[in-house]
């Protein structure tokens, strides 16, 4: 079955660099999530999308932007990264608008900022 | 205090034995609970997932939702190696399709052979 996809897998970046994630959905899926998880910490949530529309806003810096593109695939731009952004970044994929609100996740972004 | 916690562990079980994984949330309107195991560096397996009071069993795994309590476990019959990872309890705040998970920080497992 397919799976959520993430790319890249690995991403290196200097400090003030940008830095573009890209998320695709399982297949009908129409929500999206992304979580951030630090060395040692459990996923922190940043911001989610149901039907291309902005759902919920976590803890996510200013610095970040996140949409939901008509296809349903979503791309969270990062800029001017700080070291502390070093981290894994899930995103999330479920079925919100049948209420069924298991959340499937990607394999994950790695994020180096040296 | 964390809206969900776990305790961080290590949890060292020997291979065969069953091993219990507690959860306790402090947002009573909490709807969802869920289990997810992740290994080091991977993202997070859906393991259960429990909506209602009681038990619920599928395979070696057993999940347990007290609600008046605040409290969920995970309990892990015969294990294994291979189960050794980090178990993360997730809460789905609210009742719509689209809610964030609070994760607790994961308890980690440790089945020795």
């Known amino acids: 079955a397919a799976g959520v996809i993430q790319s890249p897998r690995h991403l290196i970046k200097e400090k003030r660099e940008t830095a573009t994630l890209k998320c695709y959905p399982i297949p009908r899926h129409d929500t999206v999530y992304w979580y951030q998880q630090g060395p040692g910490q459990d996923p922190q949530f940043l911001i989610s999308f149901y039907e291309k529309m902005q759902s919920d806003k976590g803890s996510i810096p200013d610095r970040f932007s996140a949409q939901q593109f008509s296809d349903y695939h979503s791309e969270l731009n990062m800029s001017s990264l700080e070291l502390g952004d070093s981290a894994l970044y899930f995103c999330?994929?479920?079925?919100?608008?049948?209420?069924?609100?298991?959340?499937?996740f990607g394999a994950g972004t790695r994020l180096s900022v040296l | 205090q964390k809206e969900v916690e776990q305790n961080s562990g290590p949890l060292s079980v020997p291979e065969g034995a069953i091993a219990s994984l507690n959860c306790t949330y402090s947002d009573r309107g909490s709807q969802s609970f869920f289990w997810y195991r992740q290994y080091s560096g991977k993202s997070p397996e859906l393991i259960m997932f429990i909506y209602s009071n009681g038990d619920k069993e599928d395979g070696r795994f057993t999940a347990q939702l007290n609600k008046a309590s605040q409290y969920v476990s995970l309990l892990i019959r015969d294990s294994q190696p291979s189960d050794s990872a980090t178990y993360l309890c997730?809460?789905?705040?609210?009742?719509?399709?689209?809610?964030?998970?609070?994760f607790g920080a994961g308890t980690r497992l440790a089945v020795h052979p």
């Open positions: 997730a809460v789905r705040q609210g009742s719509g399709g689209y809610n964030k998970l609070i």
């Open positions: 999330a994929s479920s079925l919100g608008s049948q209420g069924i609100d298991i959340q499937y």
